[in-house]
């Protein structure tokens, strides 16, 4: 796990074109609130130790304690599917202690939202969040890729576009 704020640039060809791109809505953009919360209870209810969110694509990528060397992919319609959460056993992590609370997965989950809305230039495509290790990573629109321990993310919020009193208020809430 990075000990820093790793940052990746990816493609030159897609920064290039930046400014001619913008976000479309995708269909877990059109239910990201429900979508949050499917993830927030895989997270801290059903087992999953790290989720990725595809916002662009519309898919959640799934690993589990109880198999933790096969990840699992779910698509589209099939993530908002009446019953979806209610497929899967409720889990724990059997004795291992997370180092991301329910509390701060609700906060990093609306900071994911917020950096999908907040421009239609320069936006998040994916994020994945790892409840044990705590490791928060995030594709954006030009192809950059962030790697960042969940504490630091949430000392840096600043770097993200927050402004200083929502960021002080988010430190806050996480234990920071």
Known sequence: MPQRWLQIKGDPSVREFLFHQTRKTSL?????????????TMCTKK?????????????????????????????KEEVLEPGF???????????????????????????FKRLRFTDEQIYLRSASVNRLNGLIGMNFSCDGSHYI?????FRRLLEFGVVEQEAQAICSLSGN
């Open 28 to 40: 877990f953009d059109e239910h990201l609130v429900r979508i949050h919360y499917i993830i927030h």
């Open 47 to 75: 087992g999953a130790f790290h989720v990725k969110a595809h916002y662009s694509s519309s898919q959640l990528t799934c690993w589990f304690y109880d198999d933790p060397y096969n990840y699992k992919v779910y698509v």
């Open 85 to 111: 959460l209610d497929s899967f056993p409720d889990l724990s992590y059997e004795g291992r202690k997370p180092c991301v609370s329910p509390q701060q997965m609700l906060l990093i989950l609306d900071e």
């Open 149 to 153: 321990e969940h504490d630091e993310f």
